[in-house]
Structure formats: structure tokens, C-alpha cells
């Protein structure tokens, strides 16, 4: 049973910085991108960043490039998600998800992943 449980989120200020973790398991970890997702209220899930298997490739929306950082330890099957300089409109339900095995197309789309975890809140005060 595939399960990914998400932690680190919080209430916080405009500019503060929160790293998001999610611990994998009942899956072969480092067979499989990683990605995150937000879910804002009232709004669609949308992407936020991914990660190929070994750490080689990264991908991010527009809207979080250059503050938020994904990486990923295969030895603790573990993805994270640093967040900088956050913003109001960075709140937020967060999720973090997988896509098949070796699956690496479509990665900015909710359709393309099997595995997600329970989210966790983050709101940005202002």
C-alpha cells in the first residue's frame, strides 16, 4: 500500500521561509518522479514543482521559479520542498504526489499521478 505523508506547513508571515517534506512508502522510491501540488480555496489543484528520479531534472510553475526548491533524498525516500519568500497568495493546501513508474510526460498535470498524500496547510499572512 502505497503511502505519502506530507509535513512542515504552517502559519506564517509574508518573506518567511517553510521546507515541506513527504515520506514515501510501499513503492519503489527512486523509480518514480515526484511532484507537488496546491490546492488554494475555492480553486483547482495546480503544479508546483517535480523531480526525476535521481535529482537530474526539475520543473517548476511560473509562479513559485526562483523562490521554491525541490530535491530528494532516495535513501530516506523522502521529496522536499523548500519554500522561500513566501507570499500571501502562496496559500494553501499542499500535496505531494507520484506518477507511475518511470512515468516522466505530462508531469505538470493532476491526471498523470496514481499516489497522492493527505496535503498539509500552508498559509502566508501578510
Known amino acids: 500500500q502505497v503511502q505519502l505523508v506530507e509535513s512542515g506547513g504552517g502559519l506564517v508571515q509574508t518573506g518567511v521561509s517553510l521546507r515541506l517534506s513527504c515520506a514515501a512508502s510501499g513503492l519503489t522510491f527512486s523509480n518514480h518522479v515526484m511532484g507537488w501540488f496546491r490546492q488554494a480555496p475555492g480553486k483547482e489543484r495546480v503544479f508546483v514543482a517535480a523531480?526525476?528520479?535521481?535529482?537530474?531534472?526539475?520543473y517548476y510553475a511560473d509562479s513559485v521559479k526562483g523562490r521554491f526548491t525541490i530535491s530528494r533524498d532516495n535513501a530516506k525516500n523522502t521529496v522536499y520542498l523548500q519554500m522561500n519568500s513566501l507570499k500571501p497568495e502562496d496559500t494553501a493546501v499542499y500535496y505531494c504526489?507520484?506518477?507511475?513508474?518511470?512515468?516522466?510526460?505530462?508531469?505538470?498535470?493532476?491526471?498523470?499521478?496514481?499516489?497522492w498524500g493527505q496535503g498539509t496547510q500552508v498559509t502566508v499572512s501578510s
Open positions: 504526489a507520484a506518477p507511475p513508474v518511470w512515468q516522466a510526460t505530462m508531469l505538470h498535470s493532476v491526471k498523470t499521478y496514481s499516489y
Open positions: 523531480i526525476t528520479w535521481n535529482s537530474g531534472i526539475t
